[in-house]
């Protein structure tokens, strides 16, 4: 399939990038609304519903723990529940994903229509573009970044971040190449200049790209004031890994799959480093400590 011209693969991702910017504002701003409407509506139920008003007399110690767990006032209540919840998705998500890959011969099609689909986007100089966004999430510049960031959070005073910081890096990195050499998937034919010698599945890049700078955007954005400055980083920072993702796809050195399978990697692993941040926070914050 003959690449488009360069002018219009820029304009189409110019494109991609303010329409998606307009939409994700209009949904931030419809759950800044929302969410704590429907956070005190979840909480407040126990105290409304004739239901859960008997379920309390009959089991407190179950009440009061569905109660903490559904809070709004504290992490440990609603927002590590969510986090969990997410958690175990993405790993049931992880876990089909390889049943796929294993059993089906439809996964491994889609990944090489896909392959192929994106041959309208390799035109030589748009793909020198796409290896400047992949570079970013190199091995070699992960480990700089992650180090970078660890000493700026150090500096400020931010322990509590740190080690949720090295627990997504690490956690995701390790985990990722367990699972390249313990599946061993052959990498898609080298159809550009790009390169790579371990195996495909799952893909470091997307892993990495996720994990580091997903977390940095949170540790960012935790305690910047402002909604429009915090849905700016959030944004561009996932543009930025959406980018680095759609790039090992584009230089034809992942498939789809691997892709995805980095970024469920990536997500859990980020997801816990929340989780460990934020319950570092509540304990630093808790009185006599």
């Known amino acids: 399939m003959a690449p488009l011209p360069f002018w219009q693969l820029l304009l189409g991702l110019i494109c991609v990038l303010v329409v998606g910017h307009v939409l994700s504002w209009w949904a931030w701003r419809a759950l800044a609304f929302s969410g704590p409407w429907v956070g005190r509506g979840i909480t407040g139920m126990a105290h409304r519903r004739k239901a859960l008003a008997w379920l309390q007399r009959r089991a407190p110690a179950t009440t009061r723990f569905m109660g903490a767990r559904l809070t709004v006032e504290r992490f440990s ?3 590590l ?8 998705y993405l790993v049931f998500l992880g876990a ?4 796929d890959l294993f059993e089906g011969e439809e996964l491994v099609q889609f990944d090489q229509h ?7 986007l390799r035109e030589p100089t748009f793909l020198k573009l796409i ?3 992949t570079s970013l999430a190199n091995l070699e510049t992960l480990i ?9 959070l150090w500096a400020h005073r931010r322990f509590a971040y740190i080690p949720g910081l090295l627990l997504t890096v690490i956690g995701s990195q390790t985990l990722t190449y ?9 990498r898609p034919d080298f ?5 790579a010698s371990t195996p495909s599945f799952p893909s470091g890049h997307a892993t990495g790209a996720i994990a580091v700078y997903g977390f940095i955007i949170y540790a960012i954005a935790r305690d910047i004031p402002g909604v429009r400055r915090r849905f700016e980083l959030a944004y561009w920072g996932c543009a930025l890994i959406a980018a680095i993702a759609a790039s090992r796809a584009i230089l034809s050195v992942h498939f789809a799959s691997d892709i995805a399978a980095g970024l469920l990697v990536g997500g859990f692993w980020l997801l816990s480093g929340f989780a460990l941040t934020e319950y570092l926070r509540q304990r630093a914050d808790m009185p006599g400590r």
């Not at 367990?178 to 052959?186: F, L, N, W």
């Open 77 to 79: 209540g609603l927002p």
């Open 81 to 88: 529940t969510l986090i969990a919840g997410l958690a175990v």
């Open 144 to 152: 700089a970044i992650t180090i970078v960031a660890t000493g700026f």
């Open 178 to 186: 367990i699972g390249k050499y313990a599946i061993a998937r052959d």
């Open 114 to 120: 896909v392959n192929n689909a994106l041959g309208v």
């Open 96 to 99: 089909g994903l390889l049943e």
């Open 131 to 133: 290896a400047g966004i």
């Open 191 to 195: 159809l550009t200049f790009a390169s």
